[in-house]
């Protein structure tokens, strides 16, 4: 396959190969991977490119200057611009380079895969809204287990934080705990008398439920 080939973020030299499929989740990766790479390559991807502009002493003023009389500094500044663009070339398959080939900035590149694989503001809005009710209506069933529910959980909370919107720590903890189903009623009161839920994180607080999740199923196994 052409992705085995791909050999992504080998050495940390590949950035993460693109996924039609999985946008928001690609979205985050490569974020990620190019902040962590050179901070200046996000700002031209999102903001747009350096211009050639250069401050003339003469004039006292900042001016566009052609390359000849370009310094070393202005040069390698400009250079990020290409070296923005490359980076997205580096994550997209054959399929989605034509789609975007005619772009001449990395910005217009990014706001062309955000604008087809996420929507406009319009559907990002759609798509928000749609989450938000999911998470407000979110509930656990009696049998389902504390992973099975977290992971779902979790599916929420970080697909509203790559549409840049999202709840507070101590917001997701509170409605974990209020998703649980009754059974957990005794727990989760001991939690809010023993736990401060403004610094509890949502990783401790599942951490905390799966060990009583074991210790409900050792009991349930000794009366069997």
């Known amino acids: 396959m052409e992705s085995e080939k791909y050999l992504e973020g080998q050495s940390m030299q590949r950035p993460p190969l693109f996924e039609s499929d999985g946008f928001i989740y690609w979205k985050n990766r490569f974020e990620t991977y190019v902040k962590s790479k050179d901070l200046d390559l996000w700002h031209v991807i999102t903001d747009g490119d350096f211009p050639p502009i250069q401050f003339n002493p003469e004039t006292k003023k900042d001016e566009v200057v052609s390359f000849h009389k370009q310094n070393d500094d202005l040069k390698k500044k400009l250079a990020k611009n ?61 049998e389902e287990s504390i992973d099975n529910a977290f992971a779902k959980f979790n599916t929420i909370i970080t697909s509203l934080k790559a549409l ?48 009583y999740e074991e210790v409900i199923k050792k009991d349930s196994g000794n009366k069997e």
Not at 91 to 106: D, G, H, V
Not at 119 to 140: C, H, P, R, S, T
Not at 177 to 201: F, G, M
Not at 204 to 211: A, C, P, S, T, Y
């Open 164 to 211: 840049d919107e999202g709840f507070s720590s101590k917001n997701c903890v509170r409605k974990f705990l209020r998703a649980l189903h009754p059974k957990w009623r005794a727990k989760v009161t001991a939690i809010e008398e023993s736990k401060n839920l403004t610094t509890l994180s949502l990783d401790e607080l599942i951490g905390n439920l799966k060990v």
């Open 82 to 142: 290409n070296e923005a663009k490359m980076v997205i070339y580096n994550a997209l398959p054959r399929k989605e380079y034509e789609r975007i080939f005619m772009c001449q900035t990395a910005k217009e590149i990014w706001d062309t895969l955000l604008i087809t694989h996420q929507g406009n503001n319009q559907v990002k809005a759609n798509k928000i809204d749609l989450l938000v009710q999911q998470y407000e209506q979110f509930m656990i069933p009696e």
